[in-house]
């Protein structure tokens, strides 16, 4: 198809009037297509990575009657519990699963498809095989290889009559499964924006989506379309994301969609563990990590690869040759430098078949042992077990196949999981808005990989809020002012979380833990309407010191409240003195804002609202170059009752943040440049031929989120003064105003940053690997050199000094 002389290729279009009409097309010139009559934006279409879950545990048997502890311990952290002692379990009302699929045929979900069953229908975007090739639609949602959305969907509808005496939040609703992953591999927003438009047209209520990648910008394409949804009524829930490690500015799209509700994870209080029990010593039962025992029967003596506990590397190597034939042992190894993987191969060796290893100070946590039968056991657990062995102690171990369940008490319970994304988003937007249970969570998984399984992540976290979003609209009705309401009264009724369970640290960060923990009953049953549940004060360019709420009494007797300020931990979001964000836990100053309300106690009376106006003043005393981003809680209570608003801003401006790494910090020299296909630095006037792999590579980070990277082609001795990098061989200063570029090699908008992890996420190339301009059209033989530009967060696009700007040494083009 050809248009006013553009190349471009129409791949899918989409009409769906009020929430995306539009088309994905392979398009040479963006600038030329934005003048088309209609055409209001133009986004990238971004490739989202299939949900990995934090840590994963596929539950090994049903046999044991004593299971389970309780996952409904997330039930009673949220007040779901109550809920379902009043019989409110969501009937009625529609899920969109917007996810792996679901294993319909797991009887805890149904055991089939179709209208008359839990799951009532959906549809197959991409079939088993698809990863990035051509999607094979079919109209069976089935998953038996992957199992992420047969979790997320038994976290809302696990039916309670199961052998795990769990249940989903609202099980009595019904779901549509939007199958958008093979088993494996990554989806486009365009597949995305599909499922979600077919979501709306099917009727669904609510539509959710554990997915998403880091993004820190609200304006991706499915994040524009999941907040038009929202608008209109329905309740979308998305993850915030599981890069929590990576720092601030850095919650995931399509979660960062302006009207969605974005989900952070807080952990469990228990994790339902498995005791082991001692023999020849007294001592008590050992817990091991495993949802359900280990299959070993009879009392087995236990054999340790070290009697020295401080060893780094046990099992790293072959085991000595005079080690004896381990198979009648439990073979004791200490954690440390290998794969678990690793030592298990080195004990199997030698004919080992059970292990336990020992933590290192690493945490006691799931880990990844293969196919061998082996978990993990606290360190002072290794470390008694090892030093009776080494006293010549005949020790050894059972595993009792029933009755040896433990709630094991999460050291981190009740606390946000630290790998919950942190927000806000660059344009300073409120994610996560609120947090649910997400860390070690039991629940239903395809019946050919284990029925059961014990997942986390934010991914876990979300379809709770759909579970919650249902039982509010079995409750008051599926109108629109209940759905676009519902994030507001979500947060309003929420749970204060703590950074710590420390006595004297301050409340974590609102840009992690979001409004805090969602309270369903409180939020189901409020009589008062707290509005609105986000105030942003935003950076200090554009700072909103004067901000209000209303308080409205929908109750039936007057109620008087006082107001009162509960500042959260100041997060100092960048490392000090440094142009590079802190990488999380995140940490907090308690240094905090301080706010003047207009009043501070008052009566309402039934059918009244009464209008509050809060003057927020930020905290002083901070390095302003880790850039502190405050936030914390407006809370309006009495004896019996209590609401908040929460609040965010920060202390600088986000446009005096620099975008572009200029430093040699990643790569030992300073950035950006210019690269052959091997990788070498090019700091000179190089020649290209473009035949085979001879063209230049521009290597880059960025430090921040930009709206906006331009690389353009410019003449070598262009008069311009670039602010990143000034080279002593470089032309004379000029302005780039004055200057006109000779064509653009590409454009993209709202960027996200990179990390410091060599993940993928860690840097960005621009490969030239052909002498063409982004139209397409051939760049004649020549000496030119690349101009890149970056704005600057809350930059004016037409201002060239809120770009920051780099010019490469001279590249010839010397084509055949
Ligand atoms: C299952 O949970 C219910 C309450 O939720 C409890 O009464 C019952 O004892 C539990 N059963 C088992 C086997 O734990
Ligand atoms: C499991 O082991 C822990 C730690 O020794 C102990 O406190 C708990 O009572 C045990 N529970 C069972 C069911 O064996
Ligand atoms: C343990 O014993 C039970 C009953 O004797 C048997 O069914 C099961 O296969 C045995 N398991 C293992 C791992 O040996
Ligand atoms: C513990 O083991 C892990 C590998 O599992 C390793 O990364 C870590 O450095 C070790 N910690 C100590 C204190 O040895
Ligand atoms: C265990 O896994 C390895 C590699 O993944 C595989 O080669 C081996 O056959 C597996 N063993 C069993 C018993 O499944
Ligand atoms: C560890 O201690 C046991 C019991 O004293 C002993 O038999 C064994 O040889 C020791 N192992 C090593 C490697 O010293
Ligand atoms: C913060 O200010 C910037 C600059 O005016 C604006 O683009 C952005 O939308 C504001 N954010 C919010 C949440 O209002
Ligand atoms: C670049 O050129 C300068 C002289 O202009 C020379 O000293 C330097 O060695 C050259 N660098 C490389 C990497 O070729
Ligand atoms: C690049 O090619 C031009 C024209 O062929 C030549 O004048 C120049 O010396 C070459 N530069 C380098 C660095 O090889
Ligand atoms: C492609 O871009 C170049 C550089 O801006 C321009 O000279 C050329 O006319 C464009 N070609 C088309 C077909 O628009």
């Known amino acids: 198809m050809r248009k006013r002389e553009l190349r471009f290729e129409v791949q899918k279009e989409f009409n769906s009037p009020g929430l995306f009409v539009g088309s994905v097309v392979t398009l040479s010139d963006a600038a030329k297509v934005m003048e088309i009559p209609g055409v209001t934006a133009i986004r990238p279409v971004k490739l989202i990575p299939a949900p990995q879950p934090v840590k994963k545990h596929i539950v090994t048997g049903l046999d044991d009657p004593q299971i389970p502890p309780d996952s409904e311990s997330t039930h009673v952290l949220t007040g779901v519990d109550k809920l379902h002692a009043e019989g409110i379990f969501g009937e009625g009302i529609k899920i969109g699963i917007i996810d792996t699929g679901i294993d319909f045929t797991n009887p805890f979900l149904g055991g089939g498809f179709g209208p008359g069953f839990k799951v009532i229908g959906g549809f197959d975007f991409v079939g088993d095989d698809f990863s990035t090739n051509t999607p094979q639609p079919d109209p069976n949602p089935l998953d038996q290889c992957n199992g992420h959305g047969t979790h997320v969907a038994g976290i809302i ?76 009524g329905k309740i979308v829930t998305i993850a915030a994301g599981n890069d929590g490690s990576k720092g601030s500015w ?9 009207n969605a509700i974005s989900v952070a994870s807080l952990d469990n209080t228990i994790i339902p563990l498995q005791n082991a029990t001692v023999h020849g010593v007294a001592h008590d039962p050992i817990t091991y990590f495993a949802t359900f025992p280990l299959p070993i029967n009879g009392t087995l003596p236990i054999f340790a690869t070290s009697n020295d506990t401080t060893v780094v590397d046990d099992a790293c190597n072959p085991l000595p040759d005079d080690t004896p034939d381990l198979s009648p042992f439990v073979v004791i190894i200490k954690r440390g430098t290998c794969t678990f993987v690793q030592k298990l191969t080195n004990v199997a060796a030698k004919g080992g078949q059970v292990a336990l290893i020992y933590d290192n100070g690493s945490g006691f946590s799931d880990i990844d042992v293969g196919n061998f039968t082996a978990t993990l056991i606290q360190e002072a657990d290794g470390d008694f077990l090892v030093n009776e062995f080494a006293s010549g102690a005949q020790v050894s171990l059972s595993f009792p196949q029933s009755g040896a369940s433990f709630n094991f008490p999460d050291a981190s319970g009740g606390l946000i999981s630290t790998f919950t994304s942190y927000g806000p988003t660059n344009d300073f937007f409120f994610k996560p808005a609120v947090a649910a249970p997400g860390g070690n969570i039991l629940s239903t998984f395809p019946v050919p990989l284990g029925t059961f399984a014990v997942l986390s992540g934010t991914s876990m976290a979300t379809p709770f809020i759909a579970g ?12 629109p002012e209940v759905g676009v309401g519902a994030r507001t009264l979500f947060e309003t009724t929420a749970q204060r979380i703590p950074s710590s369970h420390t006595d004297g640290d301050p409340l974590q960060t609102v840009t992690q833990q979001g409004a805090g923990l969602v309270d369903a009953f409180k939020a189901i049953h409020a009589d008062v309407i707290v509005s609105p549940g986000e105030l942003i004060t935003n950076d200090t360019a554009h700072f909103k010191s004067l901000q209000t709420f209303t308080v409205k009494n929908v109750g039936i007797s007057s109620k008087s409240f006082k107001i009162s300020h509960i500042p959260a931990g100041t997060a100092l979001t960048f ?242």
């Open 157 to 232: 509808g696990a039916d309670p009559n199961n052998p795990f005496n769990i249940s989903g939040v609202a099980f009595k609703a019904s779901i549509n499964a939007y199958r958008i992953f093979g088993c494996t591999g990554v989806v486009g927003d365009d597949i995305i924006i599909e499922a979600l438009l077919r979501g709306v047209s099917d009727g669904n209520d609510i539509l959710t989506m554990s997915l998403g990648g880091a993004d820190g910008w609200t304006e991706s394409s499915s994040s524009v379309v999941s907040s038009r949804i929202a608008a209109t």
């Open 250 to 258: 850095y919650t995931s799209g399509p979660g960062n969609a302006i």
């Open 468 to 479: 919650v979003s249902a039982l509010l609209f079995s409750v008051k009705g599926t109108a």
């Open 575 to 816: 490392q000090p003195g440094t142009i590079f964000p802190a990488d999380g836990p995140v940490p907090l100053s308690t240094s905090s804002a301080s706010i003047k309300f207009s009043e501070t106690s008052f009566t309402v009376h039934p059918g009244q609202t009464q209008e509050i106006t809060a003057h927020i003043t930020p905290p002083t005393g901070l390095d302003p170059t880790t850039f502190p981003v405050f936030s914390g809680f407006i809370e309006i209570s009495n004896a019996d009752e209590s609401y908040q608003v929460s609040y965010l801003g920060s202390v600088g401006s986000l446009k005096d943040v620099q975008v572009v790494d200029d430093t040699d910090v990643f790569f030992g020299v300073n950035l950006p440049v210019l690269t052959d296909s091997a990788g070498n630095f090019l700091l000179n006037a190089t020649n290209f031929t473009f035949v085979g792999d001879d063209f230049p590579t521009v290597l880059m980070r960025l430090a921040f989120g930009t709206p906006k990277l331009l690389f353009d082609l410019v003449g070598p001795g262009i008069n311009l003064k670039t602010t990143l990098n000034k080279r002593s061989d470089g032309p004379p200063s000029g302005t780039f105003a004055q200057v006109p570029t000779l064509g653009s090699l590409f454009e993209a908008d709202f960027q996200s940053r990179n990390s410091d992890v060599d993940d993928g996420t860690g840097f960005n190339t621009l490969a030239i690997s052909s002498p063409e301009f982004a139209n397409g059209t051939t760049i004649p033989n020549g000496a030119y050199r690349i101009l890149l530009r970056a704005l600057k967060v809350t930059g004016d696009p037409t201002k060239e000094e809120d770009f920051e700007s780099w010019l490469s040494p001279v590249i010839g083009i010397n084509a055949p």
